[in-house]
């Protein structure tokens, strides 16, 4: 028989970002997510096995920290391959938008969910090298019982895709779903790249209930989206460690001759050197609130509309080298940033000068840092068109 857990020790990070849906979290509230959980229901796709349903293999969370943002907890689950139940640690950190962002103490795959009520959420797991592979789960906190379920779009079809590089000309090319099942899909992309090679890829998926994708690629690309109507989505695509230094893709795929829906968000200026107020470090079942950090800060530059660089500069002696990554707002509140060195850290604009950044430490001791930051007081204030998009970084729009 096949251990799910096998599949959820795979090297990485575990990220579970929980997104309000029936019981929507207001900007600057925190969801109070201590006590038990229990997943329900676990669905799974791989090119090898197919769509499979391994709800016979539970796994339960106990959330028993929670200081503001930051949680601690632990992971329950009975290991096939040794015949024993194991228990292992691990942190989270809630955006301001109702998101939650989880490490394991082992380090796993990248995962997404939505809240769908006040005791429930959907989870989707992400694994690129297994063909890729897909999990799916329904989770309850325990004792109560599960709402309706809503309907789930049908993504079966040919879809036109426009990549959008920074500082580069857009390319093209189609993604084919040619397989769904619940909320998991799966199909092959190709895509006309900038020096006219054809790149072909196998992508595996979900759908959540707000309309939100996620899916990842067989080389290790993360794709986040939101379908706007049945004919359109929008996304970014994140490229961890890529070896040509594109890191980060916009991308509008359309079917059914749909028309390409034109952009008109503004996007905050980031530009500048930001500092940390203050530091959670959330590791191995402890929170502990370290303050401001002097001897570290943020750079950002090189933005062009949604797109920028930024680099984590730190004075301890000992450190690694300063490493500059690219970063990609998705929304106007929410950017996403990944680099040669392979991570994913989720920034979130607070309000005209106060960002916060989830960090995954990437130690496997499931530790991270939730920073907020400042922009530091030496940066003027400016306005500016940059590629056609309106950049105000004092009015940034409002999530949907």
Excluded at 364 to 376: F, W
């Amino acid at each position: 028989m096949i251990n799910i857990r096998m599949y959820l020790r795979i090297t990485g990070i575990l990220v579970i970002l929980l997104v309000g849906v029936m019981m929507p979290v207001s900007a600057g509230a925190v969801p109070d997510l201590k006590g038990s959980w229990t997943r329900v229901s676990v669905e799974r796709y791989s090119p090898a096995g197919g769509f499979e349903n391994v709800t016979s293999y539970p796994g339960s969370y106990l959330i028993n920290g929670q200081d503001g943002r930051a949680i601690v907890g632990e992971e329950k689950f009975y290991n096939q391959t040794t015949g024993k139940n194991v228990t292992e640690l691990f942190s989270g950190a809630v955006s301001p938008d109702g998101r939650m962002f989880e490490l394991d103490n082992e380090g796993s795959g990248i995962s997404f969910g939505e809240i769908v009520s006040d005791h429930e959420f959907y989870n989707t797991v992400l694994f690129s090298d297994r063909g890729p592979m897909i999990i799916s789960y329904h989770a309850l906190k325990s004792g109560t019982n599960a709402s309706p379920a809503g309907k789930v779009p049908d993504l079966i079809g040919t879809w036109d895709l426009t990549h959008n590089r920074k500082n580069s000309a857009s390319t093209t090319g189609h993604l084919t779903i040619d397989k769904q099942q619940g909320r998991i899909w799966s199909g092959t992309e190709q895509v006309l790249d900038e020096d006219g090679t054809s790149i072909n890829l196998i992508l595996a998926g979900t759908i959540g209930e707000t309309g939100r994708l996620y899916a990842v690629s067989s080389d290790g690309a993360f794709m986040f989206g939101s379908l706007a109507g049945n004919n359109s989505i929008r996304s970014a695509f994140i490229i961890p460690g890529d070896t040509d230094g594109t890191y980060v893709v916009d991308r509008v795929l359309t079917k059914n001759a749909a028309p390409v829906p034109q952009s008109d968000l503004s996007y905050p200026v980031m530009a500048g050197d930001w500092k940390i107020e203050n530091r959670k470090v959330i590791e191995n079942g402890t929170i502990i609130n370290v303050g401001p950090v002097p001897d570290e800060w943020v750079s950002v530059s090189s933005q062009a509309g949604k797109f920028f660089t930024t680099v984590r500069h730190k004075q301890a002696a000992g450190v690694q080298p300063d490493v500059e990554v690219s970063g990609i707002f998705r929304v106007p509140d929410q950017a996403f940033l990944t680099g040669a060195d392979s991570e994913i850290v989720i920034y979130h604009v607070l309000d005209n000068s106060t960002i916060e950044a989830m960090v995954n430490r990437k130690d496997r001791n499931a530790s991270l840092y939730l920073d907020v930051l400042t922009r530091k007081p030496h940066i003027k204030l400016f306005s500016g068109i940059v590629h056609n998009s309106s950049v105000r970084w004092w009015e940034v729009r409002p999530f949907h």
